[in-house]
């Protein structure tokens, strides 16, 4: 038996006999036997503890990360500068043991924390409620389409091609197993194509889902496309970077039903892909559909401030087939970095995050067209991220970034057609002139 199980034979067969099967095998006799690996595993000879440690160290030490690579790599997780004091603070114990408020009258510290940030979130998106959060920005965005066919009734989500590939195939998925109908919006020059989502809007149409700035780095024009998703009485639905709006125009101000998005940048390290969190908010008429928990502040018997869980729409706490969402957790840990960079950079910090991200962006972007090799695919502005188009292999061209420590633009000819030579290429406050004179430098010789 392994080491870690401490089943002995005795309760394996026991186990076995009350499920009258004889066999481990028998238990697994449903999966197809083409599926099964019928083979001893190709392991070595045992190694002992000391020698486990080393030589997963060295497997390990194949791995390049950006503390030795210069990061031009975005597409959705950015390496943004997380400040000092959100490390120690967020490794205290009391807050990296906390589960979940079950129990909210003796959880105050977790609650006022999430009281926090929703306020933050509120603050940053300018709407009017926000939820605990929840997985991921994909999820979110899934919750919120979830949210627009239960308030309308109707049962079409449309989705912009220009909205992240990964949020996308993450929509689809769920919105499959709900029957709920998915048109994508083709793009016109880098933006969404207006001319095809009027033609798509119709009475079944649910809601929206525009990304702002879109997965190419370009900013959404929203005046006409808010007066044509409302007019239709659909909700619109905008998944945003959190640091772009320290610069730009805001959810609330721009009309937004729903804000959704991936708290990663917001002081939460790239930790190879997760975990990060998603952060909804809405307006106040949209407040009974959240799904998750809203913490609010009140006062106890003493008169003293207190906090408790004001909406617990999840299936945890009520009838499963009444839940709003089957998602338990709101990632606390992670909204709880949120909160501790939100306060850390303040919105003087935040609004200086934004604006050094759109200089130096378009620097680069000027650098290296200047080259001659490259230009911008698209004639539109941006914010942090630019599409460079050339000659060359994207995958080849990568490879050859690598060999100079550089991280390169992301390959969109895996997700867009007709774009197998152009990259994404992203630039944070994080980059120097340095560092992108010598990306300009080494594409001009590639």
């Known amino acids: 038996m392994h080491r870690y199980i401490p089943n ?14 004889e066999s481990i095998d028998d238990l697994f006799s449903v999966i197809p036997k083409e599926l099964i690996f019928n083979r001893e595993l ?8 000391i020698e486990i440690k080393k030589h997963f160290a060295e497997i390990g030490g194949n791995n390049k990360s ?16 997380i ?32 009281f926090e940030y929703q306020t933050m979130i509120c603050n940053l998106t300018n709407m009017d409620v926000s939820n605990a959060s929840v997985y991921d920005g994909a999820t979110a965005s899934v919750e919120a389409a979830l949210m627009a066919v239960d308030n309308t009734r109707r049962n079409t989500i449309l989705v912009s091609k220009t909205l992240s590939p990964e949020v996308r195939k993450v929509i689809k998925t769920y919105m499959r197993f709900r029957k709920i109908n998915v048109k994508e919006i083709e793009m016109a020059e880098g933006v969404i194509d207006i001319d095809e989502l009027k033609a798509s809007i119709d009475k079944d149409t649910a809601a929206l889902i525009l990304q ?5 780095g370009i900013i959404e024009e929203f005046e006409e496309i808010e007066k044509l998703i409302h007019s239709n009485k659909s909700l619109l639905i905008s998944y945003v970077d959190p640091i772009s709006l320290g610069l730009l125009k805001t959810p609330g101000e721009l009309g937004v039903d729903i804000a959704v998005g991936d708290g990663q940048s917001l002081g939460n390290s790239l930790n190879y892909g997760g975990a990060y969190l998603g952060f909804m908010a809405a307006n106040s008429k949209l407040v009974r559909k959240m799904p998750g928990r809203i913490v609010g502040q009140s006062v106890d018997a003493e008169g003293k401030r207190a906090f408790v869980l004001t909406l617990q729409a999840r299936e945890q706490h009520i009838r499963r087939y009444k ?16 909160s501790i960079y939100m306060v850390t950079m303040g919105k003087r910090g935040i609004k ?25 695919a698209f004639n539109k502005p941006f914010f942090k991220e630019f599409v460079l188009t050339g000659d060359s292999d994207v995958s080849d061209l990568n490879k050859e970034l690598l060999k100079h420590s550089i991280l390169g633009g992301y390959d969109l000819g895996k997700d867009y057609d007709n774009m197998d030579k152009s990259f994404l290429v992203c630039v944070t406050e994080k980059r120097t002139k340095k560092e992108i004179d010598k990306l ?7």
């Open 212 to 216: 702002n700035p879109n997965f190419f």
């Open 8 to 21: 002995t034979e005795a309760d394996s067969k026991y186990m076995l006999q009350s499920m009258d099967l």
């Open 83 to 114: 400040p000092s004091i959100i490390r120690h603070l967020a490794k205290r114990s009391e807050f990296y043991t906390a589960y979940t408020p079950y129990q909210p009258e003796i959880s105050q510290g977790t609650l006022q924390a999430i």
């Open 323 to 338: 839940a709003t969402s089957n998602i338990c957790s709101n990632q606390a840990l992670n909204a709880l970095i949120a």
């Open 66 to 81: 950006i503390d030795e690579l210069t990061c031009f790599l975005g597409a959705g997780a950015y390496d943004h500068y």
């Open 42 to 49: 190709n392991f070595d000879d045992a190694m002992s503890e």
């Open 440 to 446: 300009s430098s080494v594409l001009e010789v590639l």
């Open 352 to 376: 200086e995050v934004a604006l050094q991200c759109a200089q130096k962006s378009h620097y680069a972007a000027n650098k290296i067209m200047e080259t001659g090799k490259y230009k911008l």
